[in-house]
């Protein structure tokens, strides 16, 4: 009875190409479905066999008279994660979570596993990190990687409804964007390379181009911290778009945000509800957005016992008691210019502040949005390129976004795993991404 599927399927409508998540288009019809083994018991003339399928999970029951005793022998030879195809009645059943179980009539077994490593019990997580590609079969992971998804496909969505292009910026660069302390270097031929930090200096070229643009890829840091926020390689979405000032670039920002949340709440609720998240402070993010000045988080931390004075950066803990005295995302703008990457442009009103803006995620899940208004200024942005020793020849394609043409211009990026990690509520980034990559961390 082998019946593959069809590559051209969508699952809906066709009893052939059923999926979990469709079943109920289907009741009292005949389905073929194509799954593994999640759960398995068996007793005597009866068994249940729940079948994940990537969409859902199923209970199927099979039954000696139905299936004959040699059909019904090779039943018990399934084990966790066998892989099958079957056929078989959609009927109601009041008991399923799904309101929905098959009575098998036929099946097909493609493949009986040994035992699979990742059982029932209780594992540590260096196991199962060393079991990523296995762990990721779990309910658990399933659930987190389709909120992933919607979040990535909401960042789309955002972006090509409101008039951006799409700009994909290369992952191999010449120079630095983020400093040079997390640069990671790989031969290029005869010369050397970096892998990119961020697509910002070349989103910035291609919204002179363009206008309204956006970069989204992966990005890499040698980052030597091993926190619950760090990734070696995590994705970022970088808007970049000409004539906007920090203002505007603050808009943008809430405003995405916004959407992108409120989305993913609706469209996952599922998986959210299955993952124990609570909704109530998601549904609360809504602009406006608090927006406070550097100097005014250095007073909330003085006051909180968090002493702080004028020039100092922010860590997570620091993140985490600014963010508690709001209820939603809380933008902190103005930072010392000292502090900030060589672009970012000197303030009008105070030569001591660059026009730049976080974003600090409440629930202490940190910084999820760095950005700013760019250096537009030619004299200006050379200066800053010799104070944080910069070598001015690797810059001069970008130095000439400033001789041809230069406008005000700003932007800003967005971390995926951190705004995943904040939205299912999970405590640290490894989970939120299919294979992560860490300090320690590079298999499988
Ligand atoms: O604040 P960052 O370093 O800003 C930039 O890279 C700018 N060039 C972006 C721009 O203006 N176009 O990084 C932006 C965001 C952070 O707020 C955080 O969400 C995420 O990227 N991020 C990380 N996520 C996981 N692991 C890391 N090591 C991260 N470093 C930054
Ligand atoms: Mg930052």
Redesign the pocket.
Known sequence: MKKLRRATDSGREDPENATVDQISLFDQKTVTLRGWIANFRSSGKIAFLQIRDGTGIIQCVGDVQELGPEKFEKLKALTLESSLIVEGVVRKDARSKIGYEIGLKDFEILNISPEFPIGNKEHGVAFLMEHRHLWLRSSRQVALLRVRSEVIRAIRDYFDGRGFYLMDSPILTPNA??GTSTLFETPYFDDKAYLT????LY?EASALALGKIY?FGP?F?A?K?KTR????E?W?V?P?VAFMDIYGDMDLAEDFVEYVVQRTIKNRKTELEYLERNLEPLSRVRKPFPRITYEAAIDILNKNGKPAAFGDDFGGDEETVISQQFDRPVMIHHYPLAIK?FYMKQSEENPKLAACV??IAPEGYG??????QREDNMEKLVKRLEEQKLPKEAFEWYLDLRRFGSVPHA?????V???VAWITGVPH?RETIPFPRMMEKIFP
Not at 229 to 232: A, D, E, K, P
């Open positions: 964007c983020e930090q961020s697509g910002q989103g970069v990005t840091r980052e911290s926020r760090h990734l070696t995590f970022m970088e970049e990457a976080d974003m910084e999820i949005i760095g950005g700013g932007g800003f990026g967005l971390g795993e951190r705004t980034v």
